[in-house]
């Protein structure tokens, strides 16, 4: 049977019950050479910045994009994913709260960054929300700020299939968690075009690099 359509609240829910489990993700064999590629170059665009990471998750990439920081704020929803996280060993500029990513609750009103990062939400993004999404992160952001978005690439043998699409375009995965329960999963694969045309007005030098298994975008925001 199928679990009942993705939410917000659903996907969030999901990530909390994942939490323990999560980073078997980042241990796929055909995955490893895409991965030490990517957390070499992660330090390089953070070097000397104030970064927000969204949806930090287990902070897989936090100590990585840590690296060279003046400062890093982690952030995520869900204490069951950040606990993980914070029980790592981290750059001394790592610190974490729960910040919601679509209101940014959790932020001050006036806290700005002049950088930003995302690993693997934006998949889980709704089409539709996309563009007010970025631009509520943008609003966060000095003129000049650096922003990385990381996410996977649909690989057939790899990726878990699609389910189902709706009419906006999003589609939609079915997964088992280690206690049988099943859960609807939103996860876009965009292209390089769709991603780029979401990024709104203030944008420049947009850079995408593809992997095997992951893309990343890279920006400046005017
Ligand atoms: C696919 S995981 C990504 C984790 C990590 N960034 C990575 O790349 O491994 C998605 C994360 O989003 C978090 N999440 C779900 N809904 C959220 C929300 N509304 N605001 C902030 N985080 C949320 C989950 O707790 C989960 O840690």
């Known amino acids: 049977m199928s679990a009942p359509a993705a939410t917000a609240e659903s996907m969030a829910e999901y990530y909390a019950r994942r939490a323990q489990s999560y980073e078997r993700v980042y241990f796929k064999p055909e995955r490893q050479p895409d991965l030490r590629a ?5 330090p390089e665009p953070f070097a000397g910045r104030r970064v927000l990471e969204i949806a930090c998750g287990t902070g897989w990439w936090t100590p990585h994009g840590a690296a060279h920081a003046a400062h890093w704020l982690a952030t995520d929803l869900n204490p069951e994913t950040m606990a993980i996280a914070q029980a790592k060993s981290m750059p001394v500029s790592v610190g974490f709260r729960a910040v919601d990513a679509y209101t940014f609750d959790g932020l ?6 002049d950088a930003a990062f995302s690993g693997c939400w934006w998949s889980h993004v709704p089409l539709a929300r996309l563009p007010a999404w970025l631009a509520t992160l943008h609003a966060r952001l000095a003129p000049g700020a650096r922003v990385r978005h990381l996410d996977n690439r ?7 299939p699609i389910s189902r699409r709706d009419a906006e375009g999003n589609s939609y995965q079915q997964r088992t968690l280690d206690d049988g329960s099943t859960h609807e999963v939103l996860k876009n694969f965009p292209a390089r075009e769709q991603a780029v045309a979401a990024l709104g007005p203030r ?3 947009a850079r995408w690099t593809e992997y ?7 920006y400046t925001l005017a």
């Open 38 to 42: 990517m957390e070499a170059a992660m």
């Open 108 to 113: 001050r009103g006036d806290e700005r960054f």
């Open 154 to 160: 649909f690989v057939l043998q790899s990726s878990t």
């Open 203 to 205: 944008t420049r030098e």
């Open 212 to 218: 095997t298994h992951y893309w990343v975008l890279d």
